[in-house]
């Protein structure tokens, strides 16, 4: 039989290129600065679950509705009574439980998810160290619980301002015991958020990261009651170095005193270790950040 010719054959075309748009962007172009702000932007609103599902705006406005009612009530009590119920410091020191959840949640979401979804690579395909991404994320954690725990604060001085009878004399005096309050919760946002953030992004399993959060604030808690019951006075003082947050309340008995130990007689001792406790301090959030940042320089390699 007479073979088929191939002279006439011709190639089935496989694609055609469609014009669906696409333009070239001309547009300002933004540099380092730019992505870095964007980026703690969007970690703040994560933080609060802005831009995010109702059912991720739960648990974090849950924390928020709390501090603020137990800071209604402390203002409303002081107008009947025409005395602080607390300081503003000791406000802080009592929501820190609160402090420790909201931590455990809100960090491995800024940090835990972008693991595990893999999108760190396109990040890092512009202008944006691999510091910047971890440095914002931290001042982003660091800014939300600023405001989780003086947004209150400013609640009861508010309360105070009003319903002073000491006129002007009386606001100024409770600016003064405000100022340091909103100090020390910044101590307790900058210790808090370095190490929270640090154990999160560990893993990119949320569960995992909030499970080790919980477990550096509070298992180290057991820690501090067993070096307190020993004979050792010195051991006694030092104990409060063994938790971040025993360590910040060591740092807020130094340096703010009356402010946050009167009428607490349940308060810890330190003795004459207030710059220990101050510089221990220190050391943990410069090491927690320096760990955080070898960790994105690891996971950029």
């Known amino acids: 039989m007479p073979e088929p010719s191939t002279a006439a054959v011709r190639p089935t075309p496989t694609g055609v290129i469609h014009d669906i748009g696409y333009q070239r962007y001309e547009g300002p172009r933004l540099g380092r600065r730019q992505v870095f702000g964007a980026l703690y932007l969007h970690g703040l609103r994560t933080a609060f679950g802005f831009g995010r599902s109702a059912k991720a705006k739960i648990f974090p406005w849950l924390v928020v509705g709390i501090v603020t009612l137990v800071a209604a009530a402390l203002a409303a009590i002081r107008s009947q009574i025409g005395e602080p119920v607390a300081t503003y410091a000791q406000f802080a020191d009592a929501m820190s439980w609160l402090v420790i959840f909201f931590v455990a949640v809100v960090a491995p979401e800024l940090v835990s998810r972008d693991l595990r979804s893999g ?16 440095l914002a994320k931290l001042l982003a954690l660091v800014t939300a619980l600023w405001l989780l725990l003086g947004g209150p604060q400013l609640l009861m001085f508010l309360g ?12 100024w005096n409770e600016l003064l015991d405000l100022l340091p309050g909103l100090l020390y919760a910044g ?11 640090l154990v999160a992004s560990l893993t990119g399993k949320r569960a995992f990261a909030a499970g080790g959060v919980v477990a550096v604030f509070l298992m180290t ?6 070096l307190s019951i020993l004979p050792s006075r010195a051991a006694n003082e030092l104990a409060g170095l063994a938790s971040p947050s025993t360590l910040v309340q060591g740092v807020g008995i130094w340096s703010l005193g009356d402010l946050l130990v009167e009428g607490d007689p349940g308060e810890m001792m330190i003795g004459g270790f207030g710059p220990v406790y101050a510089l221990a301090a220190v050391l943990l959030v410069v090491g927690a950040t320096a760990l955080l940042l070898a960790r994105y320089r690891k996971v950029a390699s």
């Open 160 to 171: 105070a301002a009003f319903t002073t009878k000491q006129g002007m004399r009386g606001v």
């Open 119 to 134: 999108v760190l690579p396109l990040y890092f395909s512009r202008p944006l160290p691999r510091a910047d991404y971890a």
């Open 221 to 226: 808690t057991p820690i501090v009651g067993v």
């Open 187 to 197: 101590l307790w946002a900058v210790v808090f958020a370095s190490v929270g953030l």
